[in-house]
């Protein structure tokens, strides 16, 4: 069996919490049996998880990471697919979806999904090719977020952007070289926000393919924001428009 491992207090308290029969086993340093530590063990042998007390060497080289005392060994969450994408276009009134172009920093990502998460983005879509995974590692900055945010991975990202198009979405990509502001645009209907890679920004097959584009304004000396900030930014000023 496939398994991950997510480590740290709240990626494992929210795992256990969305997804308890995910969990295969529960490692907790000896020294930790504080408030924060309890409930998670509690949690764990409600749910039939083995508990294992183990020293700080053992956690340090099962991660790489604060891994704060606790670490879950978990099934191996697999992204999505285009069938999945469009079954969840298809169940919602107002579909909103945020596309990743080459997002490869996995602490991008799971800030990314923290973001969507609060936001109420429907689904988070990235190619499968030259992008981050669901790891360890993003699940721990997600806290959580990996659990509840659909994430999809696709073979053909154009492709994907417009079969959103077919099904009635409203594609609007991030680019620093057009006029409009994000702020301008309207973000109030069937929507999804493409944002382009660290340093790189969107592909040139995917910019030609969105409807729209608009930017951020910048008014300090530094030419761009962190594309986790970035698509916080914008997923926000869709939220505040549809509310």
Not at 134 to 152: D, M, N, Q, W, Y
């Amino acid at each position: 069996m496939s398994a991950d491992l997510v480590f740290g207090i709240h990626a494992v308290a929210a795992l256990l919490q969305r997804a308890p029969l995910e969990v295969l086993e529960l490692f907790v340093m000896k020294d930790r049996d504080d408030k924060r530590m309890q409930p998670l063990i509690q949690q764990a042998r409600e749910n039939g998880v083995s508990v294992q007390f183990c020293n700080r060497k053992t956690l340090d080289d099962m991660v790489s990471g604060q891994h704060q005392g606790v670490v879950a060994k978990a099934r191996l969450q697999s992204s999505g697919t285009e069938n999945d994408l469009a079954a969840i276009v298809a169940s919602t009134d107002k579909p909103f979806i945020l596309i990743l172009d080459g997002v490869t920093d996995p602490h991008n990502l799971g800030a990314i999904l923290r973001s969507a998460d609060a936001a109420g983005v429907h689904a988070v879509v990235s190619p499968k090719d030259r992008s981050a995974k669901l790891t360890a590692a993003v699940r721990k900055v997600a806290c959580g977020a990996a659990e509840s945010v659909p994430f999809i991975t696709v073979t053909n990202l154009a492709r994907t952007m417009r079969e959103l198009q077919e099904a009635g979405l409203w594609i609007v990509g991030t680019a620093g070289e057009t006029e409009t502001l994000v702020y301008d645009a309207d973000l109030k209907g069937p929507l999804a926000i493409v944002l382009g890679a660290e340093g790189e920004g969107l592909r040139r097959l995917t910019r030609e393919t969105c409807d729209a584009l608009v930017k951020i304004p910048m008014f300090g000396a530094v030419s761009s924001l962190n594309v986790s900030v970035a698509a916080g930014i914008c997923m926000f000023e869709a939220v505040r428009q549809r509310a």
